[in-house]
Nanobody, 124 residues
Framework: QVQLVESGGDLVQAGGSLRLSCAASGGSFSMYAMGWFRQAPGKEREFVAAISPRGRTTTYAEPVKGRFTISRENAKNTAFLQMTSLKPEDTAVYYC?????????????????WGQGTQVTVSS
């Protein structure tokens, strides 16, 4: 069983930056692909970014390419999402998720464990 706890969400003005963290416990973190997803009010949960177990492969959703960066520190069982040039449309609850396979995926159903989420609000 893997437990995930997100942190770092906040209220920020458009153009600002935030860094989200995802602390994992249980399981073998360094063997898992990690993903970030988000869900805005009234919308489906959508993929944001994912990273392979050793961080060699990353993938991003088109709306966040060039603005968001996913990373991880396996020694600390932690993954990060650095968000810059934030826009009001980035407002959502952000979730981290673990995929017990090593290949990065963009589909939520491919992820077995999820955190509770952290709120990001971007004001215009």
């Amino acid at each position: 069983q893997v437990q995930l706890v997100e942190s770092g969400g906040d209220l920020v003005q458009a153009g600002g930056s935030l860094r989200l963290s995802c602390a994992a416990s249980g399981g073998s973190f360094s063997m898992y692909a990690m993903g970030w997803f988000r869900q805005a009010p009234g919308k489906e949960r959508e993929f944001v970014a994912a990273i392979s177990p050793r961080g060699r492969t990353t993938t991003y959703a088109e709306p966040v390419k060039g603005r968001f960066t996913i990373s991880r520190e396996n020694a600390k069982n932690t993954a990060f999402l650095q968000m810059t040039s934030l826009k009001p449309e980035d407002t959502a609850v952000y979730y981290c998720a673990v995929r017990t396979g090593g290949i990065v995926r963009q589909t939520a159903n491919d992820y077995a464990y999820w955190g509770q989420g952290t709120q990001v609000t971007v004001s215009s």
